[in-house]
């Protein structure tokens, strides 16, 4: 058990004065009652949080003595609350082992740094606090997610609730198994009406907050599309990713020189302008990681980027 005092100070120190075996990440979470488990991880992952002086891991072991310093972690009062009020879920799926969530474009999916609040994880954890232990080792910020949208990015996530079920489900997007679909708007007229992109994709190494087509630096990136409707000044497609790397519709699809429209990272602002990024997650197929039945959900297009597409159509 802890025997220390807290301040409300920016830099904390707690004393650890329990019998020794405790998780960092578990003890600091119960010390610090304004801090998820979730939260705790991040900022350790950041340096944040030390033990005697020295750089730490979530999963590192305390002993009696030890000394935890918080260095510039959240207050009290500049938590954000993780409530399912605040932090809406629209789930259309879910039983012991998964989760299938339609997540709204503008939230970041898991913590990371400038984002350490207000994520759907945080919104996935106030739904079900036992996801906690749904987690890879060496991402343990990230419970239950086995994959990724774009913060601006629309549509269906997968989610693991069991250690199980996210070690069975993650071998299925290793293996290309899970076959996920998107909505895109991209500018210009594609010359043909369907194909593939296959392009490495890395780290721009002038631009680190971009991805690039890179054969050096890069991992190979795989897309396919369809086109659905030709219009004056946009084309409507269906995409498949068969890899699934950063940025990766929005690096490809700029790279042939039809940026997603509304991508002021990869492409140009442009006249009608969209109301953000118009890319959504509409389909996904994979196989129950349990039950081994095979599972098919779609998500129809938000509103705002229906409005959108019925503008420029008429």
Do not use: C
């Amino acid at each position: 058990m802890a025997g220390d005092q807290v301040s409300t100070h920016q830099t904390q120190e707690l004393l650890y004065a329990g019998a020794g075996g405790e998780r960092l990440d578990t003890f600091v979470a119960r010390a610090q009652a304004t801090l998820s488990r979730t939260k705790v991880q991040a900022l350790i992952k950041q340096g944040r949080i030390l033990i005697n002086q020295r750089p730490a891991k979530a999963s590192d072991k305390l002993e009696g003595g030890d000394v935890i310093l918080l260095r510039d972690t959240p207050t009290e009062e500049q938590q954000t609350s993780t409530h399912a009020a605040t932090l809406p879920l629209n789930l259309l799926f879910e039983d012991d082992q998964i989760m299938v969530v339609n997540k709204p474009a503008g939230m970041v999916v898991h913590p990371a740094p400038g984002h350490l609040a207000g994520t759907l994880v945080d919104a996935l954890l106030a739904h079900d606090p036992a996801l906690a232990d749904a987690v890879n080792p060496d991402e343990q910020q990230r419970p239950g997610i086995v994959h990724r949208l774009d913060k601006d990015t629309s549509g269906l996530l997968l989610v693991a609730k069991t250690a199980t079920a996210l070690m069975q489900l993650s071998q299925q997007f290793q293996g290309h198994t899970v076959k996920k679909y998107y909505q895109a708007l991209v500018e210009g007229r594609l010359p043909v009406a369907e194909g593939a992109i296959e392009a490495p994709i890395g780290r721009d190494q002038r631009h680190r907050q971009r991805m690039a087509i890179t054969a050096q630096h890069g991992r190979h990136a795989h897309t396919l599309f369809w086109v659905e409707q030709e219009l004056a000044r946009f084309t409507l497609v269906r995409v498949q990713i068969i890899t699934g790397r950063t940025h990766q519709i929005r690096v490809h699809f700029a790279a042939i020189g039809h940026p997603i429209a509304g991508d002021h990272t990869y492409g140009r602002r442009q006249e009608p302008e969209p109301p953000r990024l118009w890319l959504h997650a509409a389909e996904l197929r994979f196989t129950h990681p349990t039950t081994g039945q095979e599972l098919v959900f779609s998500a129809p297009l938000p509103p705002d980027l229906e409005n959108f597409l019925a503008t420029v159509k008429s």
